[in-house]
């Protein structure tokens, strides 16, 4: 069965998160992902955070499955002769860089769509156009320019980052789909265009509910917000909403048995009007389904302090599991805290191949996260990330057609190792 982007040749410049998240999921897709690394450095995450001496950072492996991994020095004359005849032969070249690197490189929009009119060329920046285009910018930069940082939290805390990485994966995802846009957009016109993702939109675009409440300030308090039903003023600005849920249902994260020694024995308990009343005879209050301070939301919003910990006086008697299994009978939304732990553990997710576990020469066995998007005739395996240049001759000579003595040159050159293994070959 062929893949759905087989055949499609990614030129991938893209390092650290955010970028690669983006063409590892091509590759997942079956793109022939082309990763292209400074000789001797390579992706700097490949030595970051490292638990196994010697082998590449789990940071890197888990963002760079199904690759393969060119070095080439893109400074080096010989080396961007070598880049002309991958832009010539790629459909797609992505970037993340810091502003300003591709032209510095030599090889601004204008010149790589000259080589090949029908490159798409893709980048994530952190910031549009705009006072801040030339910032270099990481995940919680983006997080906190984004709008996520100042509604997360509580409200009378200081703004939190989020553990989920918006910033990075999340702007790598948004890359992705531009992509495939512009590939399919490229069958109709045969022309490549740019696709540019900066993560400021990636996250902003995420939080747009907030955005959203932004403007309902301006009519009046925000109602369905905790803090309302607790005589809090709001100010000029969409406050941090703890964990009420963005929907406008009230919701919140109450102890389940074993949270005294647990820190993940907890739930996500929503109290969606549309089963209040189960609710009430799961809980054992029945008698505030018809009581008219219990019986609407409108009436219960003062009250939801009280109506929340009579709830949790309920849910602390069961595990978060037994919380899911009775509440899931009546269709009453919630969810358990499950920690990093139980989701390795957890033998759905490896069942999906939502959960992996890959094979390392270096590092040995590992879990990585697979593909969470499932296309059925497209189906992903996840292959392990490559070593640093593990392909560089592989590339050369099947994907540009260079024949010995030409790599041999090209080598000679200096333009695929990094500069103390030439002084010592020469
Ligand atoms: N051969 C030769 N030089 C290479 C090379 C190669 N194969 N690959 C990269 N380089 C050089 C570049 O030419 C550039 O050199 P220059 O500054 O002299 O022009 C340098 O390596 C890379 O610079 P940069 O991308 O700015 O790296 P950095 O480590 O200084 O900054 C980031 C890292 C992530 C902050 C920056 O890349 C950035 O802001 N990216 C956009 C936003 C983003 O994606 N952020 C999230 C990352 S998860």
């Not at 040995?364 to 070593?387: C, D, H, M, Q, W």
Request: hydrophobic share 35%; aromatic share 6%.
């Amino acid at each position: 069965m062929g893949k759905a982007l087989e055949g499609v040749k990614i030129l991938d410049f893209t390092h650290v998160q955010s970028g690669p998240t983006c063409t590892q999921l091509l590759a997942w897709f079956g793109a022939d992902v082309i990763k292209v690394e400074r000789p001797g450095i390579g992706d700097i995450t490949r030595g970051q955070l490292r638990d196994v001496p010697d082998a590449d950072s789990l940071y890197f492996t888990m963002l760079n499955h199904n690759k393969r991994s060119i070095t080439l020095d893109t400074k080096n004359p010989k080396g961007k002769e070598v880049l002309t005849r991958l832009i010539e032969t790629c459909d797609v070249l992505v970037e993340n860089f810091g502003p300003g690197v591709l032209d510095r490189m030599g090889f601004p929009w204008e010149k790589i769509h000259s080589i090949n009119p029908k490159m798409i060329v893709a980048s994530i920046k952190g910031f549009g156009p705009g006072p801040y285009e030339d910032c270099k910018v990481y995940e919680n930069v983006a997080q906190c320019t984004g709008g996520s940082a100042s509604t997360t939290g509580f409200p009378d805390g200081v703004p939190l980052v989020t553990g989920a990485q918006i910033g990075d994966s999340g702007t790598g995802l948004h890359l992705a789909l531009g992509i495939v846009t512009a590939l399919y957009h490229r069958t109709k016109t045969g022309q490549g265009q740019k696709v540019t993702a900066a993560m400021q939109d990636g996250v902003l675009n995420l939080c747009r509910v907030k955005l959203r409440d932004q403007q309902r300030l301006a009519h009046g308090p925000l109602t369905e917000y905790s803090q309302y039903g607790e005589g809090i003023p709001f100010g000029d600005a969409v406050p941090r909403a703890a964990n009420d849920s963005g929907g406008g249902q009230p919701g919140r994260i109450l102890k389940c048995k074993g949270w005294e020694k647990d820190p993940n024995a907890y739930t996500y308990f929503i109290t969606q009007a549309p089963v209040w009343e189960s609710i009430c005879d799961v809980i054992g209050e029945p008698g505030w389904k018809t009581d008219p301070n219990f019986a609407t939301p409108k009436a219960r919003l003062p009250r939801l302090n009280q109506i929340f910990e009579r709830i949790e006086q309920w849910t602390m008697t069961k595990t978060k599991f037994e919380v899911m299994d009775i509440l899931n009978e009546y269709d009453i939304p919630c969810g358990p805290i499950l920690s990093m732990k139980e989701l390795a553990e957890d033998q759905s997710l490896r069942a999906t191949g939502t959960v992996v576990e890959v094979d390392h020469p270096k590092r040995g066995k590992y879990l990585s996260v697979g593909n969470p998007i499932k296309l059925s005739a497209s189906p992903s395996e996840v292959t392990r990330s490559p070593l640093l240049g593990e392909h560089t001759e592989e590339i050369l000579r099947d994907v540009l057609g260079y024949k010995d003595n030409e790599v041999a040159a090209i080598r000679g050159a200096g333009a695929l190792d990094p500069a103390p293994k030439r002084a010592a070959a020469e």
